[in-house]
């Protein structure tokens, strides 16, 4: 079994948003300051951390023998929800939202809830000094997500984790993975390849953009596991990206999204603290990813992107990799989580297209 040090995790006390009167900025308001240049060439951008981490120590045992993992079976028959937060450590918005679930108790009239604290060793090493710096421990857990690197002896202290939290994945008949971003921008879901998803995220409608996307070169994520992506199955996934990881409002979007997912599911208790923050009541918008940039030697912009922007033309320049240029494929191209992780192999950006809504 996996150490769970929390020697360093958070502060005392609940979450920081709970009762608050949060707005999300629009995607341009806020910007940061470009405090230092790392080995690779793009210069990174420091952005505040608004909020202490929360202290999750007291949800360490849990009630299902997996550290940091807590199920809850409704007498009546129904899906099983799982909620996943801190799949990457310094995202500490999904911890907010599962710590505002456990900390009010919050049981489901039907069928299974299932909440997880994921990379608690990672959590563990969060500072708000240095936030970038808890990502993972050796590896990233959300590139994982296959049999054959979910197999013991673990590899990794990262796959060791994804080894214990396996069962409930696969077990569940929904996931929503709460994340966040790198950039301060709008609130968005990943949805994956499959129709299926597509249309749980039109039904949930938990943010107004949604992105279907087939992931990462580097290692599929926890929501592209087993039955999430196959095609005959009827397991779904979902992963949400909350706004920037350190805004206090991704905190209050995780816990809303959480909410409406168990209303929607019909899994809501009678009451529950109501979230700070409207979601819309359908997506407005869904994009198709046409074309993610996985980057060969080293990448710098040559646009300031932050995400959510429209490129007009196609052959458009955004960046280069090793000197080569980066272009967008088509006219009316979207900008879609740039990043400020730019070594090789990594994900620089992924651009696509508007759709049709569904």
Known sequence: MVEHDLAKVGVEGSSPFARSNIHQSPPTAVRGIVTETRAQSQAAIEYPVEFPAPDIARYRDGNTGVPFVHSFEAPRPGPHLLITALVH?????????????????LRPPRGRLT??????????????????????????????????????????ADVARAIELRPFV???????????MQHPTEPLLL??????????????ALVDLVVVDRGHAQGPRMRDYGGFADPQATKTALLIECGQHWAAS??????AAAIRMLERLEMAPAAFDAPTVALPEVPSRFVEITMPVTIKRDFVFALPLRGGE?????????????????????????????????????????????????
């Open 250 to 255: 991704s905190g209050e979007v995780a816990y």
């Open 89 to 105: 450590g310094n995202e500490p918005a999904g911890a907010v939202a599962l710590d505002r679930l456990l900390s009010q108790g």
């Open 115 to 156: 909440l997880a604290f994921a990379n608690i060793a990672a959590y563990a090493r969060f500072d708000p000094a240095s936030p970038r710096a808890n990502r993972w421990v050796e590896e990233d857990m959300n590139r994982i997500w296959s049999p054959d690197i979910l197999v013991a002896p673990a590899r990794s």
């Open 310 to 358: 429209i490129i007009p033309r196609a052959g458009t320049v955004i960046g280069h990799d090793g000197g080569d240029p980066v272009v967008t494929p088509h006219d009316d191209c979207f900008v879609l989580m740039p990043s400020q992780r730019l070594t090789a192999g990594l994900t620089a950006v992924r651009l696509g297209r508007l759709l049709p809504n569904p």
């Open 170 to 180: 696969e077990q569940a008949d929904y996931l929503l993975d709460l994340h966040s």
């Open 191 to 204: 949805a994956g390849p499959l129709p299926r998803s597509r249309e749980l995220a039109r039904t949930m």
